[in-house]
C-alpha cells in the first residue's frame, strides 16, 4: 500500500434463513462500522428480533411483501455520518437518526419461486443508537431489539404518521419485544 493510501476497513456479512409459519425468511445483516462488533460477537439476539418482525402480517402499503411467502430484509449496521447523508438526501434533514428504512421499489415478484422478495434495507447508527440506549437508561441489546422490529415492520408497510398508525405500529412492536421476554420500550414515554 502505498503512504498516504487509506484502506476500508471490512464489511462483515451474517445471513440467515427460517421457516415460519409457512414463510420462507432470510436476514442479511452488513456490519458496515466495526464498532457494533463490540456489542456482540454474534449478534444472534438479532436474529429472533428480526424474524419476529419480518413474520408479521404486511400491509397494503407493502403490496410485493403482501404476496410472497419468501421474504428477504437488509439490516445494516452502519454509523451517524452514513445515516446523516441518507437522512439528508432521502428525507431532507441533515443529521443523524437511529434508524432508517428503505422499503424495496421493486414492483413484481421474483420469476423464480425459489427466489426472495427483496423487502427493503433498514440501517442503523451505531453512535445514535447507543447514545440513545445510555440517555434512556436502556440496555443496549433490547433497545437494538427494538429498533430492529421497528425497523422490519417499516418495511412491511407499518408507520406512525397519524396517531391511529402508530397505536397499531407501536402496539405491535410492544407485542413482539414481549415476545421477545424484552420489555416495552415506550414504557414512560409519551407516544404519538
Sequence with gaps: MDQGEVSEPETLSIEWSEMRDGQNLEIEVIIEEQKWCEISSDFSFLKEAAFLALSQEAIKTAPLAMKSPHRLAVLMLSDNESIRELN???RGKDKPTNVLSFPSSEVSLPGEESEPVHIGDAILAYEYVT?????E???IKSHL???VIHGVLHLLGYDHETSKDAETMETLEIRLMKQLGLDNPY??????
Design 88 to 90: 439528508k438526501t432521502y
Design 131 to 135: 447514545e440513545e440506549a445510555k440517555n
Design 137 to 139: 437508561k436502556k440496555p
Design 145 to 147: 431489539s427494538h429498533l
Design 187 to 192: 414504557e414512560g414515554e409519551f407516544v404519538i
